[in-house]
Protein backbone atom coordinates (compact mmCIF):
# COMPACT_ATOMS: atom_id res chain seq x y z
CA UNK A 1 0.00 0.00 0.00
CA UNK A 2 3.21 2.19 0.89
CA UNK A 3 4.95 1.72 -2.13
CA UNK A 4 1.49 2.58 -4.14
CA UNK A 5 1.40 5.28 -2.55
CA UNK A 6 4.45 6.55 -3.26
CA UNK A 7 4.09 5.60 -6.67
CA UNK A 8 1.11 7.94 -7.01
CA UNK A 9 2.80 11.01 -5.56
CA UNK A 10 5.94 10.11 -7.54
CA UNK A 11 3.48 10.33 -10.90
CA UNK A 12 2.00 13.70 -9.48
CA UNK A 13 4.85 15.77 -8.87
CA UNK A 14 6.49 14.64 -12.51
CA UNK A 15 3.29 15.48 -14.24
CA UNK A 16 3.13 18.79 -12.20
CA UNK A 17 6.81 19.56 -12.99
CA UNK A 18 5.97 18.51 -16.68
CA UNK A 19 3.21 21.17 -16.98
CA UNK A 20 4.97 23.93 -14.89
CA UNK A 21 7.66 23.94 -17.51
CA UNK A 22 5.31 23.89 -20.99
CA UNK A 23 4.02 26.99 -18.53
CA UNK A 24 7.51 28.06 -18.75
CA UNK A 25 7.63 27.29 -22.22
CA UNK A 26 4.87 28.96 -23.09
CA UNK A 27 6.18 32.10 -21.07
CA UNK A 28 9.22 32.36 -23.46
CA UNK A 29 7.21 32.49 -26.22
CA UNK A 30 4.58 35.25 -25.00
CA UNK A 31 4.36 38.25 -27.30
CA UNK A 32 6.03 40.65 -24.75
CA UNK A 33 5.74 43.68 -26.91
CA UNK A 34 9.22 44.05 -27.47
CA UNK A 35 12.32 41.96 -28.96
CA UNK A 36 14.90 41.23 -26.14
CA UNK A 37 17.18 39.54 -28.36
CA UNK A 38 20.63 41.95 -29.20
CA UNK A 39 19.30 44.74 -27.13
CA UNK A 40 20.71 46.12 -23.89
CA UNK A 41 20.27 49.03 -21.33
CA UNK A 42 21.13 51.07 -18.64
CA UNK A 43 19.41 53.41 -16.17
CA UNK A 44 19.90 56.60 -14.56
CA UNK A 45 18.02 59.23 -12.49
CA UNK A 46 18.29 62.69 -13.56
CA UNK A 47 16.54 64.10 -10.28
CA UNK A 48 19.88 62.93 -8.00
CA UNK A 49 22.15 65.50 -10.03
CA UNK A 50 19.13 68.11 -9.69
CA UNK A 51 18.28 68.58 -13.61
CA UNK A 52 15.22 70.79 -14.42
CA UNK A 53 12.65 69.36 -17.01
CA UNK A 54 14.31 71.30 -19.83
CA UNK A 55 17.98 70.31 -19.06
CA UNK A 56 16.46 66.64 -19.08
CA UNK A 57 15.53 67.08 -22.67
CA UNK A 58 18.76 68.32 -23.61
CA UNK A 59 20.63 65.63 -21.92
CA UNK A 60 18.51 62.99 -23.37
CA UNK A 61 18.54 64.15 -26.45
CA UNK A 62 22.90 64.72 -26.72
CA UNK A 63 22.37 61.14 -25.27
CA UNK A 64 20.46 59.78 -28.24
CA UNK A 65 22.23 61.53 -31.10
CA UNK A 66 25.67 60.42 -29.71
CA UNK A 67 24.61 57.14 -28.93
CA UNK A 68 23.04 57.01 -32.25
CA UNK A 69 26.55 58.08 -34.00
CA UNK A 70 27.98 54.57 -32.56
CA UNK A 71 28.94 52.47 -35.73
CA UNK A 72 27.91 49.15 -33.47
CA UNK A 73 24.13 50.15 -32.66
CA UNK A 74 21.74 50.16 -35.16
CA UNK A 75 18.78 51.92 -32.84
CA UNK A 76 19.19 53.71 -30.14
CA UNK A 77 16.24 55.40 -27.54
CA UNK A 78 15.25 56.00 -24.18
CA UNK A 79 12.47 55.88 -22.11
CA UNK A 80 11.11 56.27 -18.51
CA UNK A 81 10.96 52.81 -17.98
CA UNK A 82 10.82 49.37 -19.38
CA UNK A 83 7.77 47.12 -18.84
CA UNK A 84 7.83 44.40 -16.28
CA UNK A 85 9.66 46.26 -14.28
CA UNK A 86 8.59 45.95 -10.64
CA UNK A 87 7.73 49.61 -11.12
CA UNK A 88 6.66 49.41 -14.54
CA UNK A 89 5.42 52.88 -15.11
CA UNK A 90 2.98 55.61 -14.96
CA UNK A 91 -0.78 55.33 -14.74
CA UNK A 92 -3.67 57.55 -15.63
CA UNK A 93 -7.56 57.01 -16.74
CA UNK A 94 -7.69 57.48 -20.69
CA UNK A 95 -10.69 58.41 -22.31
CA UNK A 96 -11.97 59.75 -25.54
CA UNK A 97 -12.42 63.91 -25.64
CA UNK A 98 -15.42 64.07 -27.57
CA UNK A 99 -16.78 62.17 -25.45
CA UNK A 100 -17.99 63.17 -21.25
CA UNK A 101 -15.38 62.04 -18.91
CA UNK A 102 -16.13 58.29 -17.76
CA UNK A 103 -17.28 57.47 -14.06
CA UNK A 104 -14.98 56.24 -11.73
CA UNK A 105 -17.11 53.10 -12.51
CA UNK A 106 -16.91 52.80 -16.13
CA UNK A 107 -12.86 54.48 -16.39
CA UNK A 108 -9.89 52.68 -17.81
CA UNK A 109 -6.68 52.72 -16.95
CA UNK A 110 -3.21 52.83 -19.20
CA UNK A 111 -0.01 52.73 -18.67
CA UNK A 112 2.01 55.46 -19.79
CA UNK A 113 5.46 55.95 -20.97
CA UNK A 114 7.68 58.69 -22.17
CA UNK A 115 9.85 57.90 -25.11
CA UNK A 116 12.24 59.27 -27.62
CA UNK A 117 12.87 58.93 -30.87
CA UNK A 118 14.40 55.76 -31.96
CA UNK A 119 13.43 54.11 -28.83
CA UNK A 120 10.70 51.99 -30.62
CA UNK A 121 13.36 50.44 -33.08
CA UNK A 122 15.56 49.73 -29.91
CA UNK A 123 12.88 48.13 -28.10
CA UNK A 124 12.15 45.82 -31.10
CA UNK A 125 8.20 47.35 -30.58
CA UNK A 126 6.01 46.82 -34.13
CA UNK A 127 4.82 49.94 -35.48
CA UNK A 128 1.41 48.88 -36.83
CA UNK A 129 0.10 52.08 -38.42
CA UNK A 130 1.28 56.24 -38.30
CA UNK A 131 4.52 57.37 -37.03
CA UNK A 132 7.09 57.38 -34.71
CA UNK A 133 8.29 60.47 -33.06
CA UNK A 134 10.75 62.39 -34.46
CA UNK A 135 12.57 66.15 -33.81
CA UNK A 136 9.38 67.98 -34.53
CA UNK A 137 7.47 66.59 -30.97
CA UNK A 138 9.05 69.22 -29.03
CA UNK A 139 7.78 71.54 -26.30
CA UNK A 140 5.86 73.55 -28.18
CA UNK A 141 4.49 71.41 -30.68
CA UNK A 142 0.88 70.17 -30.87
CA UNK A 143 1.03 66.98 -28.31
CA UNK A 144 0.85 63.70 -29.64
CA UNK A 145 0.54 60.10 -28.59
CA UNK A 146 1.19 56.60 -29.77
CA UNK A 147 -0.87 53.77 -28.47
CA UNK A 148 -1.40 50.45 -28.14
CA UNK A 149 -3.84 48.51 -30.38
CA UNK A 150 -5.10 47.29 -27.47
CA UNK A 151 -5.98 51.20 -26.08
CA UNK A 152 -7.19 51.01 -30.06
CA UNK A 153 -9.79 48.38 -29.32
CA UNK A 154 -11.36 50.01 -26.46
CA UNK A 155 -11.46 53.48 -27.09
CA UNK A 156 -11.98 53.45 -31.16
CA UNK A 157 -13.33 50.06 -32.00
CA UNK A 158 -13.98 49.56 -35.80
CA UNK A 159 -12.21 53.18 -36.82
CA UNK A 160 -9.25 54.55 -37.56
CA UNK A 161 -7.28 56.28 -34.65
CA UNK A 162 -4.93 58.19 -36.32
CA UNK A 163 -5.66 61.63 -36.29
CA UNK A 164 -7.88 61.22 -33.05
CA UNK A 165 -7.13 62.39 -29.75
CA UNK A 166 -7.10 60.78 -26.46
CA UNK A 167 -7.24 62.41 -23.04
CA UNK A 168 -4.99 61.64 -20.17
CA UNK A 169 -6.84 61.96 -16.71
CA UNK A 170 -10.50 63.71 -15.62
CA UNK A 171 -10.31 67.12 -17.07
CA UNK A 172 -12.95 67.79 -19.00
CA UNK A 173 -11.98 70.98 -20.81
CA UNK A 174 -8.48 69.08 -21.47
CA UNK A 175 -8.39 68.26 -25.64
CA UNK A 176 -5.75 65.65 -25.21
CA UNK A 177 -3.13 64.16 -27.50
CA UNK A 178 -3.44 63.15 -30.59
CA UNK A 179 -2.77 59.83 -32.04
CA UNK A 180 -0.05 59.93 -34.67
CA UNK A 181 0.88 55.81 -34.25
CA UNK A 182 0.13 52.46 -33.17
CA UNK A 183 2.06 49.69 -31.83
CA UNK A 184 1.60 46.12 -30.92
CA UNK A 185 0.11 45.44 -27.55
CA UNK A 186 3.13 44.06 -24.93
CA UNK A 187 2.93 43.00 -21.21
CA UNK A 188 3.47 45.49 -19.11
CA UNK A 189 2.87 44.79 -15.96
CA UNK A 190 3.16 41.32 -15.64
CA UNK A 191 3.54 37.99 -17.96
CA UNK A 192 -0.07 36.68 -17.71
CA UNK A 193 -2.02 40.05 -17.86
CA UNK A 194 -4.82 40.84 -20.14
CA UNK A 195 -4.27 43.20 -23.23
CA UNK A 196 -3.76 46.18 -21.63
CA UNK A 197 -4.07 49.84 -22.69
CA UNK A 198 -0.87 51.57 -23.37
CA UNK A 199 0.19 55.18 -24.30
CA UNK A 200 3.88 56.23 -25.07
CA UNK A 201 4.60 60.17 -24.88
CA UNK A 202 7.58 61.97 -26.53
CA UNK A 203 9.64 63.05 -23.89
CA UNK A 204 10.64 66.24 -25.27
CA UNK A 205 7.21 67.31 -24.65
CA UNK A 206 6.73 65.82 -21.62
CA UNK A 207 10.40 64.95 -19.90
CA UNK A 208 11.99 62.43 -17.90
CA UNK A 209 13.63 62.35 -14.45
CA UNK A 210 14.41 58.34 -14.17
CA UNK A 211 16.01 57.42 -17.43
CA UNK A 212 16.41 54.01 -19.18
CA UNK A 213 18.57 54.25 -22.76
CA UNK A 214 18.38 51.17 -24.70
CA UNK A 215 20.31 50.05 -27.94
CA UNK A 216 19.46 47.68 -30.23
CA UNK A 217 22.63 46.05 -32.25
CA UNK A 218 24.97 42.76 -33.27
CA UNK A 219 27.89 44.11 -30.67
CA UNK A 220 28.04 41.60 -27.53
CA UNK A 221 25.84 42.46 -24.39
CA UNK A 222 28.62 43.84 -22.25
CA UNK A 223 30.56 45.67 -25.22
CA UNK A 224 27.07 47.62 -26.25
CA UNK A 225 26.32 48.29 -21.84
CA UNK A 226 30.26 49.68 -21.62
CA UNK A 227 29.91 51.64 -24.46
CA UNK A 228 26.39 53.05 -23.42
CA UNK A 229 27.97 54.19 -20.04
CA UNK A 230 31.22 55.31 -21.15
CA UNK A 231 29.09 58.20 -23.57
CA UNK A 232 26.55 58.91 -20.42
CA UNK A 233 29.41 59.16 -17.79
CA UNK A 234 31.29 61.38 -20.71
CA UNK A 235 28.11 63.85 -20.49
CA UNK A 236 28.08 63.64 -16.40
CA UNK A 237 30.72 61.76 -14.73
CA UNK A 238 28.29 62.01 -11.18
CA UNK A 239 25.14 60.10 -12.66
CA UNK A 240 25.11 56.63 -10.99
CA UNK A 241 24.24 53.34 -13.49
CA UNK A 242 22.04 51.48 -12.80
CA UNK A 243 20.19 47.92 -14.18
CA UNK A 244 22.98 47.40 -16.90
CA UNK A 245 22.90 44.49 -19.22
CA UNK A 246 20.41 42.85 -22.19
CA UNK A 247 16.72 42.87 -22.20
CA UNK A 248 17.33 39.28 -21.66
CA UNK A 249 18.45 39.59 -18.51
CA UNK A 250 15.66 41.92 -17.85
CA UNK A 251 13.00 38.72 -18.08
CA UNK A 252 15.10 36.73 -15.34
CA UNK A 253 13.03 38.55 -12.31
CA UNK A 254 9.45 37.90 -14.06
CA UNK A 255 10.47 34.43 -15.14
CA UNK A 256 11.86 33.05 -12.03
CA UNK A 257 8.89 31.99 -10.09
CA UNK A 258 7.83 29.49 -13.18
CA UNK A 259 11.71 28.75 -13.26
CA UNK A 260 12.14 28.14 -9.45
CA UNK A 261 8.72 26.10 -9.60
CA UNK A 262 10.12 23.65 -12.60
CA UNK A 263 12.73 23.02 -11.02
CA UNK A 264 11.15 22.43 -7.59
CA UNK A 265 8.99 20.26 -8.78
CA UNK A 266 11.10 18.14 -11.30
CA UNK A 267 13.68 17.56 -8.36
CA UNK A 268 11.00 16.51 -5.87
CA UNK A 269 9.35 13.98 -8.49
CA UNK A 270 12.76 12.43 -9.55
CA UNK A 271 13.62 11.81 -5.64
CA UNK A 272 9.71 10.39 -4.97
CA UNK A 273 10.54 7.98 -7.82
CA UNK A 274 14.17 6.82 -6.67
CA UNK A 275 12.58 6.57 -3.13
CA UNK A 276 9.44 4.65 -4.58
CA UNK A 277 12.15 2.28 -6.80
CA UNK A 278 14.02 1.91 -3.42
Not at 247 to 255: D, R
Amino acid sequence: MLFRSQIAVSVVLVISSALVVRSLQHALTLKLGYIPDRAVSLSFDLRLKGYTVKQGRQFTAELVEKASAVPGFEAVGVTNNLPLRVDHGDNDVISRPDRPVPKVADAHVATIYNISPGYLRAAGTQLLSGREFNTQDHDGSPPVAIVNEALVQLLFPGENPLGKRVRLGSDPKDKGFEIVGVVETGKYEYLGEDPHPAVFLPVQQTGIAWTTVVARGPLPPQVAVDILRKIVLDLNPDLSIANAGSLKQELALPLFPARAAAILLGVFGILAMVLAAT
